[in-house]
């Protein structure tokens, strides 16, 4: 007998929705952030596992504990995530909250670069 339903539908969650484990947060949320650091914190933050420390994170992504502090601190001065180490980050907090915001600022900036040429035309 099979306990388990082999499909898999997306759940409701917080305004988001999650599909293959990963927290996919709604464009207005995105659009919200100030920048690429506040995304960082969203994606921290809306960790699926919480008792998830820093230091584990940076375990298993091969990071230095240190610079994953500096990643998620509140400062912008401290450095910030290497776009190499988004995708496992990612992968670890469940959510897809930073590339979710960086997909939207290529978008954004395309826009605008259009919008430039059309007035220089």
């Not at 897809?96 to 600022?105: D, E, G, P, R, T």
Request: proline share 4%; with cysteine.
């Amino acid at each position: 007998m099979n306990l388990f339903n082999d499909k898999q539908s997306p759940l409701p969650l917080m305004g988001g929705v999650v599909q293959a484990q990963r927290l996919f947060v709604p464009p207005v949320v995105i659009d919200r952030l100030g920048g690429f650091r506040h995304a960082c914190r969203l994606a921290w933050k809306l960790r699926s596992n919480r008792r998830l420390t820093k230091r584990q994170l940076a375990e298993v992504c091969g990071l230095y504990y240190s610079h994953v502090t500096d990643y998620f601190s509140v400062h912008e001065a401290r450095r910030e995530l290497p776009a190499r180490h988004v995708a496992a980050v990612e992968r670890v907090l469940g959510n897809a909250v930073i590339s979710q915001w960086l997909a939207h600022q290529a978008q954004v900036t395309l826009l605008e670069e259009m919008q430039a040429q059309r007035r220089a035309a």
